[in-house]
């Protein structure tokens, strides 16, 4: 079991920044995935920035290339996502994701991995 709270969401205005943190615990496995979800009502939770815990290998989907970075910190267990010059269309509830993957993995734990750790979510909204 790998427990996960997000915090540092918020409301700001276009082009503003925010970093959003997320806690893991309890994780026993040698190697995890960790991802940042994102999701608005009435659409589908959409796979943004991915990467293996305390690893530099990352991915991000095309609408967030340039604008946001993923980073894992293996000695606070903690998975960041820094959002730069944010627009009104990333306003959404952002989860945080983990999945146990063979040690042996090399990715960058991109889709079509399936993430089975979830946290609770937080809220980001920009306004324009």
């Known amino acids: 079991q790998v427990q996960l709270v997000e915090s540092g969401g918020g409301s700001v205005q276009a082009g503003k920044s925010l970093r959003l943190s997320c806690a893991a615990s309890?994780?026993?496995?040698?190697?995890?995935?960790m991802a940042w979800f994102r999701q608005d009502p009435g659409k589908a939770r959409e796979a943004i920035a991915s990467i293996v815990a305390g690893g530099t290998n990352t991915y991000y989907v095309d609408s967030v290339k340039g604008r946001f970075t993923i980073s894992s910190d293996s000695t606070k267990n903690t998975l960041y996502l820094q959002m730069n010059n944010l627009k009104p269309e990333d306003t959404a509830t952002y989860y945080c994701?983990?999945?146990?993957?063979?040690?042996?993995?090399?990715?960058?734990?991109?889709?079509?991995?399936?993430?089975?750790?979830w946290g609770q979510g937080t809220q980001v909204t920009v306004s324009s």
């Open positions: 994701a983990a999945s146990a993957v063979s040690r042996y993995y090399s990715g960058n734990c991109a889709p079509p991995i399936m993430y089975t750790f």
């Open positions: 309890g994780s026993t496995y040698r190697r995890i995935c």
